[in-house]
């Protein structure tokens, strides 16, 4: 008890600047307005962000994620206004008693969490900068698998920009793929992808030799087909220039897979 009580108390005096500011400040239910957006630690977090459900921030004006999981979920009851940003006060299924996280405003589109729950270690309550997630980083993510930066192999991540690819003229009328590099990129992946299956140690256990089998590598390519596909579709509907962009990313040049896209009514 000894041991609660001096982290509340010393948590209580290093915060008392912002304390006495909040208590000037009248109670607002919900979260403020500034705040709402998507949010991730790096570009590379903010890349596709309207295509992920995990490893960002989501703020609206009444609940913040902190990860896809349901127990990353808290309500925000309400908050004060600070000089330099807010108190927010939330509860959640697993803390229906409620904490408070307080926000500070650097810019318009950054700003840093610090959680004020007294219980935390100093290491938990350390500020987190966030930078809200824009256009542009929807942009950066066409034709890329979303969470594919930490992946042990990048053989599937050509084989979804090919089926990417594929997919867009869906989307984009009059836009031409060339279909037969497209198939063999895929052809390529699943060759590399199956390759690194038998080179890993666990490929001798039942679960490695299920997805060693000719079913469970044609499943894995198939995942990828169906996920380019979605990701077309939600491209296309999150950013207005789509079909513009994407032969940047496809077209003479492209980043990404360059010559597989062009459109003859482009001029050069």
């Known amino acids: 008890m000894k041991y609660v009580l001096a982290i ?10 912002h304390d006495a500011a909040a208590a000037k400040s009248k109670t607002v239910p919900n979260g403020p307005s500034e705040l709402i957006g998507t949010y991730g630690s790096s570009p590379t977090q903010c890349r596709s962000y309207h295509r992920k459900a995990d490893n960002l921030t989501f703020i609206t004006s009444t609940y913040m994620v902190s990860c896809g ?26 803390n229906p008693s409620g904490w408070s996280d307080r926000v500070r405003v650097l810019d318009r589109n950054v700003i840093e969490v610090t959680s004020l729950f007294a219980l ?6 350390r500020p987190v900068t966030l930078v809200r997630c824009t256009k542009a980083d929807a942009i950066a993510g066409i034709g890329l698998r979303p969470n594919s930066e930490d992946s042990l192999t990048k053989s599937l991540d050509g084989v979804f920009a090919a089926y990417y690819a594929l ?16 198939e063999a990129i895929v052809d390529a992946g699943r060759l590399l992808w199956t390759e690194f299956l038998l080179k890993r140690p ?29 990701a077309v579709r939600a491209d296309a509907k999150e950013i207005k220039e789509f079909c513009s962009e994407v032969l940047n990313a496809f077209g003479d040049g492209g980043r990404i897979l360059p010559n597989l896209l062009r459109d003859p009514r482009r001029k050069a």
């Open 69 to 94: 999981g349901s127990w990353c979920e808290a309500t925000i009851v309400s908050h004060q206004k600070l000089p330099d940003g807010y108190i927010l006060n939330f509860i959640s299924k697993n």
């Open 120 to 125: 935390l270690t100093p290491e938990q309550r």
């Open 202 to 230: 666990w490929h001798n256990s039942d679960s490695g030799r299920r997805l060693t089998t000719p079913e469970g590598i044609a499943e894995t390519i198939a995942s990828q087909k169906r996920n380019a596909e979605y």
């Open 8 to 17: 509340a108390t010393a948590l209580l005096i290093g915060t008392g600047a």
């Open 167 to 182: 997919a867009v003229p869906s989307q984009c009328e009059g836009v031409e793929v060339n279909t037969k590099a497209a």
